[in-house]
């Protein structure tokens, strides 16, 4: 499967993992390279942790590596973290994590891909965190949901931060043209905004992110969402340990995609372009040819913001965002909850490996590192009291947005076989926008396929 995607996304996981962790510099002094006072050279237990080849997470992890193994040396703890350089890219990087899994030699510390974790919890590769995470006392200052949901298969695999996903739209140009920006809350409500900006304006509606060349993005920044927004939502059978391949929810989200294409209203030609997010994202939604588009936190800072990937001028005055509609006029958004870094099951030390994971979480250092980075709203229900100045990030967008962790929609999508089922979706959403099948079609198509990739016991038709 193309990984392409998630060379935004898993950026961003990555780098605010170690952005967190860069939060330790502004607490405590770099030690000196080499240090290791405060234990004898031989009793030392050396850690590795992995992150990808690039410069922010470079930057930022050497920080934290040496601030981390400064703490323990003083505190005359024997845990030191060496840092090590993964592949730059998310396809290399993926295949690096899967073949030194199956050999026993991963990292002691790393970041795995949300995609990765179940499988990798099902064959053993990762350590449970949860005697380590759970005595912890500050444990209790995350998010309920986010704590429920850092728990894959009966695991707990690190830290969770939550993100929200929704529609960002131009307000800008559509209060320019009379288009009303008041929340959709039904597709019929979408569908009479996309209308009414085909009809009022020369830009493209709607960039929804379908087919193949989006990768498994597809799955990830939009079909989960619009699955959710329908009453019918059997997705997966926990107690049975099968996916939903065909049932009325799945038929009316396929034909959202099917409703949007037929009408012009959708970014077709830019779907299939070998990198969609940047025609869409990056190209049209800042110059205002494409006026909605689905994304979470992070695009206020990544995408368009003064250090972004495409800079919006005015960015908080020209761009809001809507929830996502559903069947039931009950409007939602998404809580996303990225969980990390993971542990090795073979770490030489699985109670320094969580120490450093631990380090990673204080709100004092997070606070410290916020003018640095700041990838997303943070994941600690203490955190606006023990950081008053959380609340003027990006215009308090991420305060914001950390307030809907409670009340926002979520969904345990990290299951066995998540990658091929997220591949399927992106085939079958190809072959709706391009008219090369129905809706119906598409459905039939991705139930055979899913059954021949995760096996038929593994499947099943509403």
């Given at each position: ?411 345990q999508f990290e299951q066995v076989g998540t990658d091929k089922f ?41």
């Open positions: 499967m193309s990984e392409s995607v998630f060379s935004r996304r898993h950026f961003l996981k990555s780098t605010a993992l170690v952005a967190a962790a860069g939060a330790l510099a502004a607490c405590v002094p770099a030690a000196p390279a080499g240090s290791d006072a405060g234990a004898p050279a031989e009793a030392l237990i050396e850690l590795t942790y992995m992150t990808p080849d690039r410069e922010l997470s470079n930057k930022v992890k050497e920080v934290a590596v040496n601030s981390f193994n400064q703490a323990m040396a003083e505190a005359g703890q024997p845990y030191r973290v060496k840092s090590v350089a993964g592949p730059a890219t998310d396809n290399d990087l993926r295949s690096k994590l899967v073949l030194d899994a199956a050999a026993g030699t991963l990292p002691d510390i790393f970041g795995a891909y949300s995609s990765q974790i179940a499988d990798f919890v099902a064959a053993g590769y990762l350590l449970d965190q949860k005697p380590f995470l759970e005595a912890w006392p500050d444990w209790q200052q995350y998010y309920g949901v986010l704590r429920q949901l850092a728990v894959i298969n009966g695991s707990l695999q690190g830290l969770p931060d939550g993100s929200t996903m929704t529609w960002f739209y131009r307000k800008d140009v559509m209060e320019a043209a009379g288009i009303s920006t008041a929340q959709p809350n039904t597709w019929e409500d979408f569908y009479a905004a996309c209308d009414q900006i085909a009809t009022k304006t020369d830009a493209k509606p709607c960039g929804l992110p379908a087919a193949t060349p989006w990768g498994a993005g597809t799955f990830y920044e939009g079909f989960r969402m619009v699955w959710l927004g329908f009453d019918d939502q059997n997705i997966y059978d926990s107690a049975a340990d099968q996916w939903v391949v065909s049932s009325p929810g799945l038929l009316k989200s396929f034909q959202v995609y099917e409703t949007l294409a037929k009408n012009s209203w959708l970014t077709v030609d830019e779907l299939l372009t070998p990198n969609p997010w940047e025609p869409i994202k990056y190209q049209g939604f800042p110059e205002g040819s494409i006026l909605l588009v689905t994304g979470g936190d992070w695009q206020w800072t990544f995408d368009w913001g003064p250090d972004g990937a495409t800079p919006i001028e005015g960015l908080l005055e020209r761009v809001d965002r809507w929830q996502f509609p559903s069947e039931s006029g009950q409007p939602f958004t998404y809580v996303e909850v990225n969980v990390g870094p993971q542990i090795a099951a073979t770490t030489r030390s699985p109670e320094g490996s969580a120490e450093f994971v631990k380090h990673l979480g204080s709100p004092e250092l997070i606070c410290e590192t916020m003018d640095i980075y700041i990838g997303g709203p943070i994941g600690r229900k203490d955190f606006i009291d023990r950081c008053p100045a959380y609340g003027d990030v990006v215009g308090g967008k991420y305060l914001q947005a950390s307030q809907f962790f409670e009340t926002g929609k979520t969904y997220a591949e399927g979706i992106a085939r079958a959403t190809e072959a709706i926008i391009t008219g090369s099948a129905t809706a119906e079609a598409a459905m039939a198509d991705f139930a055979a396929s899913m059954a021949e990739a995760l096996g038929q016991e593994r499947v099943k038709s509403l």
